[in-house]
């Protein structure tokens, strides 16, 4: 059990586009999920903390009207990189919780700005 | 603020080594540690963590001790496999937080035949 996806696992666009990427909880509720990025041969950084049916809350310096992320159910959470650049280029990876329960991560998905 | 450092990488290990892999934290209160582990071309997955001082947590043959008094958390092995191979990421998890994970740097561990 406590399996998260995301979708897609990898995807190139051109700069200028929006991608959206989702993370979902396939075998249990998720109060909670957490977006994170990752440089290569870096840890993991918190972009945001999202609540389901509430606003997320981002860490500081990261931008809000650029990373979008919509939780608008139990299972399902999307995260919206508006009008991407190179510099954008980089893996996000989620998690999701259930209560105070462990967090179980997604296997990432790699975005490519070109 | 709460942050964590563990030791830089790559680790290179021959197979049945001993396994230690630094991890120190700051941090106010009283955090939950964990050890998370990332599988080459997979996410990462919890591999043991502990809630409070004194506590010891493992699996798969894999301990670390939650030291208070020394700020540490220290991952070790006594006989790592080739399939342990893999990026290891020390995170803690403070009091009031709502959950929200910090990550040290990562260490790569590769473990040969």
């Known amino acids: 059990g406590a399996v998260v996806s995301q979708h897609p696992s990898w995807v190139i666009c051109k700069s200028g586009t929006s991608v959206k990427i989702e993370c979902r909880s396939l075998?249990?509720?998720?109060?909670?999920m957490f977006w994170y990025r990752q440089f290569p041969k870096q840890s993991l950084m918190l972009m945001a903390t999202s609540n389901e049916g509430s606003k997320a809350t981002y860490e500081q310096g990261v931008e809000k009207d650029k990373f979008l992320i919509n939780h608008a159910s139990l299972t399902l959470s999307t995260l919206t990189v508006t009008s991407a650049h190179p510099e954008d280029s980089s893996f996000y990876i989620c998690?999701?919780?259930?209560?105070?329960?462990?967090?179980?991560f997604g296997p990432g998905t790699r975005l490519t700005v070109l | 603020g709460n942050s964590v450092t563990q030791m830089e990488g790559p680790v290179t290990l021959s197979e049945e080594a001993f396994l230690t892999i630094n991890c120190t934290y700051t941090?106010?209160?009283?955090?939950?540690l964990f050890w998370y582990v990332q599988y080459p071309g997979e996410g990462l997955q919890l591999l043991l963590k502990a809630t409070k001082a004194d506590d010891k947590g493992s699996n798969k043959g894999f301990e670390a001790t939650y030291r208070k008094e020394t700020t540490s958390f220290h991952l070790e092995k006594g006989s790592v496999q080739v399939s342990d191979s893999a990026v290891y990421f020390c995170a803690l998890s403070g009091d009031n937080q709502g959950g929200k994970l910090i990550f040290g740097q990562g260490t790569e561990l590769s473990v040969k035949p």
């Open positions: 075998d249990f509720q998720a109060t909670t």
């Open positions: 941090a106010t209160g009283y955090p939950s």
């Open positions: 998690s999701a919780r259930r209560g105070t329960d462990t967090q179980y």
